[in-house]
C-alpha cells in the first residue's frame, strides 16, 4: 500500500518546539519534492515548507521562516520538520504530501500523495 504517515504531533507550550516525520510506505521518496502543508479550524489549507527531491532547495511560508526547518533522508525514506518558537496561531493538522516542487510550492494542488495528518496545539 502506497502511504505517507505522518508523526511527532501534540500539546506544547508557546515557544516550545516539536518535531514532525513523514515516512513514505510502499515507495521511495527520493523521486519526489515532499511539502508540509497545514489546516486550522476554520480556515483553508496553507503551505508551510517544501524540499526538492535532492534536498537542494528549500521553501517556507512567510509566517514560519526562521522558525521551522525542513530536511530529508532519502536513504531512511523519511522527511521532517523541525519546528522551533512554536506559537499558538501553530496550532492546526500538519500534512505532508510528495509531488513535484512546482505543485508543492502552489499550495500542495496536485501532489501525488498525501498522509492523514498529525495534530499539533500550541496552548499554554
Known amino acids: 500500500q502506497l502511504q505517507l504517515v505522518e508523526s511527532g504531533g501534540g500539546l506544547v507550550q508557546p515557544g516550545g518546539s516539536l518535531r514532525l516525520s513523514c515516512v513514505a510506505s510502499?515507495?521511495?521518496?527520493?523521486?519526489?519534492?515532499v511539502g508540509w502543508f497545514r489546516q486550522a479550524p476554520g480556515k483553508e489549507r496553507e503551505g508551510v515548507s517544501c524540499i526538492s527531491s535532492s534536498g537542494g532547495t528549500t521553501n517556507y511560508a512567510d509566517p514560519v521562516k526562521g522558525r521551522f526547518t525542513i530536511s530529508r533522508d532519502n536513504a531512511k525514506n523519511t522527511v521532517s520538520l523541525q519546528m522551533n518558537s512554536l506559537k499558538t496561531e501553530d496550532t492546526a493538522v500538519y500534512y505532508c504530501?510528495?509531488?513535484?516542487?512546482?505543485?508543492?510550492?502552489?499550495?500542495?494542488?496536485?501532489?501525488?500523495?498525501w498522509g492523514k495528518g498529525t495534530l499539533v496545539t500550541v496552548s499554554s
Open positions: 510502499g515507495f521511495t521518496l527520493d523521486h519526489y519534492a
Open positions: 504530501a510528495a509531488g513535484p516542487f512546482r505543485r508543492c510550492v502552489s499550495r500542495g494542488y496536485g501532489m501525488d500523495y
